[in-house]
């Protein structure tokens, strides 16, 4: 069985340095008045910026389950 650091480290770092990165941009779109709320669009596409960051976190903890345990 491969070790933490082959198998969840990378994990950690890609979603955790790259959701810092991804964070700290979706705060200043806010910040800098890049998306207007009130718009319905804008709050479709916010949500959907969130569920692809999670959904693909997911999928890629899931693969990763399944390459060390099946």
Known sequence: MPSFFNTWLPFI??????????FAGMILIRK???????????????????FGYFYFMLIHALLIIAALYW
């Open 32 to 50: 800098l008045k890049g998306i207007d709320m009130r718009q319905k669009k804008h709050r479709f596409w916010w949500k959907v910026m969130f």
């Open 13 to 22: 770092y890609l979603y955790g340095v790259g959701g810092f990165c991804f």
